[in-house]
C-alpha cells in the first residue's frame, strides 16, 4: 500500500469505518511505515476531536418536539 493510500484509510480508520479486512492491511502498513505512521495517525484524531468538539448542538424547535411527542402518544400501547 502506497502511503498516499495509507493516510486516505488512516483517516477512515480513526472514524471507524475501515472493514475488517481493509483493518487488517491497514495494521500491516502501519507496521510498515513506523514512526510516520503513527505520527499521522495521531494527527488524525487530533482533527477528528477537534471537529467533534466544534459541533454547536441544535436547538430543537417546539414544533418538532410537539410532534415526536404526538409521534409517541400514538404508538403507546394500550394497557388494558
Not at 480508520?13 to 492491511?25: F, K, M, N, Q, R
Not at 482533527?47 to 409517541?72: C, I, W, Y
Request: a negative charge; aromatic letters at 10%; one cysteine or more.
Amino acid at each position: 500500500m502506497s502511503y498516499e493510500e495509507f493516510q486516505n484509510r488512516a483517516r477512515l480508520y480513526v472514524i471507524g469505518a475501515l472493514e475488517p479486512e481493509e483493518t487488517e492491511d491497514f495494521e500491516d502498513a502501519r507496521k510498515d511505515y513506523g514512526q510516520q505512521a503513527e505520527d499521522f495517525i495521531g494527527e488524525c484524531y487530533n482533527l477528528h476531536e477537534a471537529f467533534a468538539l466544534s459541533l454547536q448542538p441544535v436547538k430543537t424547535s417546539d414544533g418538532l418536539k410537539n410532534r415526536l411527542m404526538a409521534m409517541v402518544r400514538e404508538k403507546k400501547p394500550s394497557l388494558g
